[in-house]
């Protein structure tokens, strides 16, 4: 089973690796299984709270999803262009500057939970289509070396990650 070298990804990613390999369940079977407790967790966060910021200067859960999304587009694409041997380096991204400028009341929250949803489908069958020798591709992202697999733990870690803090501090009681 794949799993991604400490040299394939930048120190900051160590918190999403080490949430994306909790429980030794096989990558691509724990993207999938994402999808229902993405769905799952999402219907059940009541809508007085879809705009509530649990701090000042924190993003609403709107804004999270909206993040959540953007950030899987992201680390997807470099993942395809990298798997598609594209070695130029590809930029890093201000998740704050793109969060700031997303006119996130235009949003329905269930537009957001389903276009996260349907995104994570439609990621589901591009990592399906890599081999193994796809996954260990490197190439350079926000100036850092990255492999194809490490964006794909990535991916699922930084969910893990958004809906922890969700649920410890958004949504407790």
Known sequence: MYQPLSNEYA????GYIDLATAGNQPILKRLKNQLNSIDDFLADIPEKKHDFAYAEGKWTIKEVLSHLIDTERVMTYRAMRIARNDQTDLP?????AIVANTPIDKYAYSDLVDELVMLRQANLFFF???SDEDMKKKGTANGNVVSV???LFIIVGHIEHHFNIMK???LKK
């Open 11 to 14: 120190p900051f990613y160590q």
């Open 168 to 170: 410890n501090l958004y």
């Open 92 to 96: 890093g991204y201000d998740q704050d």
């Open 128 to 130: 399906k289509s890599l």
């Open 149 to 151: 697999g490490a964006l």
